[in-house]
């Protein structure tokens, strides 16, 4: 009985077991067909889309994809993906290209697709190094403005002529910051390599309308050549000595692979300097030289006191933020300033130059080196600034952060509690009153210290900073954060800056500070003596680190190199022509008999125009015949050049005002003789509303452009064909120095009466290129 009940139970069980097999084997049969239908079976192929497929699934234009929407439908097809990116003419987050892959290739389902989009417009990486001529159509693809200018580098045969030999520069690129060498030594490059370039190699465009500036060496046996940079000072010394030029040395702090060696120099290592012209060589220091540099800063001419020049460079972090500390020797001694705060027309005295020490108003450094050795004993209170240390560090930071306060928010208005005559002024609720004399009661006055942005804790190569923050410099839960990001790069000089968005309070009033020391220094002023300092944020570590990016040539100055055609450049290369004694070598020509053009042959006649010619071609927009550069060989300031290109930009190569490159008129105004004879033209910077710029360069054009701390456009005279004019029957005292065009900056209110320009022609800049 139990065999044939169990029989019908097995049977049962198989039909369900093979109505199960059945079903499954028609799914796998449904979806092997649905795959294969849809070519997705391991095995098959498929095609990668077309460019004209994906952007009609995107209802938009092929040149309009974006990575994107082309990776959203490549994942729909049942492609994986991965990005490139690499800059380009289009916008950044456009679709480029495939990197491994071609339209209507057949790929096995799941394959990869390297996708590359753009990172908008930019320097590839690698061109510097490179052959001007070779990178030229990729910049030219960026769709924005590329200008190439020249910088001089060694004839061959010449003892500094390239070599090909690593001068150990370090942290060329924002992006390398603290690197140990550099990919490529500009210092030791060819005729039409490119040296530098603004951006940076590798670094984006973030200024569209000044696109990509390349700079481009070319030989001369005249000028400050390129190749100077990483070699023997007193080597480097001799031979310009020997070729004419006056030469001083001052210490610049440096990378460790270039102390004791040139480093930079002013007018700038590459600069077509004109024969006699005065020249400063800067050498590598580390923080042994700490005390040697900074002997006194406001009496630069003792001779050691190179001060605040030796910092001056650009500085970067790792994650590409920089600072640039530039010099400025327009006054009785050079001053150093920060693009975090630029020099500014402050009428109150709260000035943005940088200082290293308590004294905001008057010299608080020693006159000579060995005053160090005792000033600490002698000051007490000194000693606790950093760089009356032994660590060879030290603090920079504006003259305005070490007043006493500031009354309002905006750093030039006056600081509270005076009053002239019968009225007495008061800082009260943040604003200046005014209040009678005679008042009875009179509020208390109570400015507030501001945090300024800037403060700079500055690390020489040697210095220890170890013992700076054993003493408690840095904030300790700052220093906690650094612990977990790495050492700063020791072979580089490095600051460290004061982050203001890292504090509680960045204002705060002077009668709410209980603490204050003898010299009320506020709580942002945290000299380790300070008994009311806020310690400082963030402690140094390789991502707080502000490297010095040392190259021979600085990317932020190529503006200040004449402009070349590369083209022209490399025939100039070929010629072999030689240059005048005297002449500042262009790098279209190689002779000072050269035409005005900038583009013009090394074998070209020159032209000489009048001033006719000249007016009708600048009315016209076309510079060309008063193009090129115009050096001072015979005043106080041989070296110094003007630049015009044939567009009518107009630089000065020493511009201390920070004018910059400024376009100038198509208007041109005849300069007459006492007789109503056009001698020489008048022409002028842009200045539609007859006003002008501060030092910093802001637009000043609302303000009264009488304040001594304003900047008048380019105003110069042009003299054409001095040979033409018979100066002393103008009453001239003397002759121009060279029968080539001149200019000369415009003399404000001056006679036409010749007469009274005894040392006129001193002052004229004559055509060099």
């Known amino acids: 009985m139990a065999t044939a009940v169990a029989q019908p139970h097995r049977r049962h069980t198989k039909r369900i077991v093979a109505a199960i097999v059945v079903v499954v084997l028609v799914l796998v049969a449904g979806t092997a067909t649905f795959l294969g239908m849809h070519r997705m079976l391991p095995w098959q192929s498929i095609p990668v889309p077309t460019l004209d497929q994906l952007a009609s699934k995107q209802g938009t234009s092929v040149d309009s994809l974006t990575a994107d929407q082309v990776e959203q439908e490549l994942k729909s097809e049942g492609f994986q993906t991965s990005r490139s990116q690499q800059y380009s003419g289009k916008s950044a987050g456009a679709f480029l290209a495939f990197s491994n892959v071609s339209e209507g290739q057949q790929l096995r389902h799941g394959s990869l697709i390297d996708i590359i989009e753009s990172l908008g417009p930019g320097v590839p990486s690698g061109t510097v190094g490179t052959q001007a001529t070779d990178s030229k159509q990729a910049l030219a693809d960026m769709n924005v403005p590329v200008t190439y200018?020249?910088?001089v580098t060694s004839v061959p045969g010449s003892s500094f002529s390239p070599a090909g030999t690593d001068s150990g520069s370090t942290g060329t690129d924002a992006g390398s910051a603290g690197s140990s060498a550099s990919p490529t030594d500009p210092s030791a490059a060819t005729p039409g390599t490119v040296v530098a370039t603004y951006p940076a190699d590798g670094q984006p465009v973030t200024d569209t309308g000044k696109g990509i500036t390349v700079a481009v060496a070319t030989q001369s046996d005249a000028g400050i050549p390129l190749d100077y940079y990483g070699q023997d000072p007193d080597a480097v010394q001799a031979d310009l000595e020997s070729r004419g030029y006056t030469v001083t040395r001052k210490a610049k702090f440096s990378t460790k692979a270039n102390v004791g060696k040139v480093v930079a120099s002013d007018p700038a290592l590459g600069t077509a300097a004109a024969?006699?012209?005065k020249v400063t060589l800067y050498y590598g220091v580390d923080s042994s030289s700490t005390h040697d540099v900074f002997t006194n800063i406001y009496q630069p001419t003792t001779g050691a006191s190179d001060g605040p020049e030796a910092a001056q460079g650009t500085y970067c972090r790792k994650d590409g933020d920089c600072i640039t500390l530039s010099k400025d020797c327009s006054g009785s001694y050079c001053e150093l300033y920060s693009s975090q705060a630029p020099k500014s027309s402050s009428t109150t005295g709260a000035s943005t130059a940088l200082q290293t020490c308590f004294g905001a108003q008057a010299s608080c450094l020693p006159n000579t080196k060995d005053e160090w050795q005792t000033i600490t004993s002698t000051y007490s209170y000194q000693a606790q600034d950093l760089i009356y240390g032994s660590t060879g560090t030290f603090e920079l930071t504006t003259d305005r952060q070490l007043r006493d306060a500031t009354c309002e928010t905006d750093w030039d208005t006056q600081i509270g509690g005076?009053?002239?005559?019968?009225?007495?002024?008061?800082?009260?609720?943040?604003?200046?009153?005014?209040?009678?004399?005679?008042?009875?009661?009179?509020?208390?006055?109570?400015?507030?210290?501001?945090?300024?942005?800037?403060?700079?804790?500055?690390?020489?190569?040697?210095?220890?900073?170890?013992?700076?923050?054993?003493?408690?410099?840095?904030?300790?839960?700052?220093?906690?954060?650094?612990a977990s990001q790495g050492e700063p790069d020791s072979g580089t000089p490095y600051f460290v800056a004061r982050d203001p968005s890292l504090y509680d309070e960045t204002k705060i009033h002077m009668a709410d500070v209980t603490n204050l020391d003898e010299y009320k220094q506020g709580p942002f002023v945290p000299f380790l003596g300070n008994s009311s300092r806020l310690a400082v944020k963030p402690a140094p570590?390789?991502?707080?680190?502000?490297?010095?990016?040392?190259?021979?040539?600085?990317?932020?100055?190529?503006?200040?190199?004449?402009?070349?055609?590369?083209?022209?450049?490399?025939?100039?290369?070929?010629?072999?022509?030689e240059p005048s004694e005297s002449a500042q070598p262009s790098p279209s020509a190689t002779s000072s008999e050269s035409s005005a053009s900038p583009s013009a042959s090394p074998s070209a006649t020159p032209k000489t125009y009048t001033p006719d010619e000249v007016k009708a071609a600048v009315g016209s927009g076309d510079f060309t015949p008063i193009a090129g550069t115009y050096c001072a060989k015979y005043s106080q300031t041989p070296g110094s050049c003007y630049t015009i290109d044939a567009s009518g930009n107009i630089t000065l190569s020493d511009d201390y005002d920070n004018r910059g490159t400024e376009q100038l008129k198509t208007t041109v105004d005849d300069w007459?003789?006492?007789?109503?004879?056009?001698?020489?033209?008048?022409?002028?910077?842009?200045?539609?509303?007859?006003?002008?710029?501060?030092?910093?360069?802001?637009?000043?054009?609302?303000?009264?452009?009488?304040?001594?701390?304003?900047?008048?456009?380019?105003?110069i005279l042009y003299c054409p064909d001095p040979a033409a004019i018979d100066w002393t029957s103008l009453g001239a005292m003397s002759v121009p120095k060279e029968n080539v065009p001149f200019v000369r900056p415009a003399p404000q209110g001056a006679s036409q009466d010749y007469t009274n320009w005894g040392d006129y022609f001193n002052y004229a800049y004559y055509k060099v290129s």
């Open 149 to 151: 200018r020249a910088v």
């Open 275 to 277: 024969t006699g012209a």
């Open 418 to 482: 005076s009053g002239p005559g019968d009225t007495v002024t008061r800082c009260v609720d943040d604003k200046l009153q005014s209040y009678p004399s005679s008042q009875s009661q009179i509020p208390a006055d109570n400015p507030s210290y501001q945090m300024d942005d800037v403060w700079y804790v500055y690390v020489p190569v040697g210095a220890d900073i170890a013992s700076v923050a054993k003493a408690g410099y840095f904030d300790a839960d700052a220093m906690n954060d650094a």
């Open 541 to 577: 570590s390789a991502q707080s680190a502000y490297y010095l990016v040392e190259n021979p040539v600085d990317p932020n100055n190529l503006g200040a190199f004449p402009e070349t055609d590369i083209d022209d450049l490399n025939s100039s290369d070929e010629s072999t022509s």
């Open 672 to 715: 007459q003789d006492m007789n109503g004879n056009s001698t020489m033209l008048y022409l002028s910077g842009l200045d539609s509303y007859g006003g002008c710029k501060t030092s910093s360069g802001v637009d000043h054009s609302n303000f009264d452009c009488s304040n001594a701390n304003t900047v008048w456009p380019y105003q």
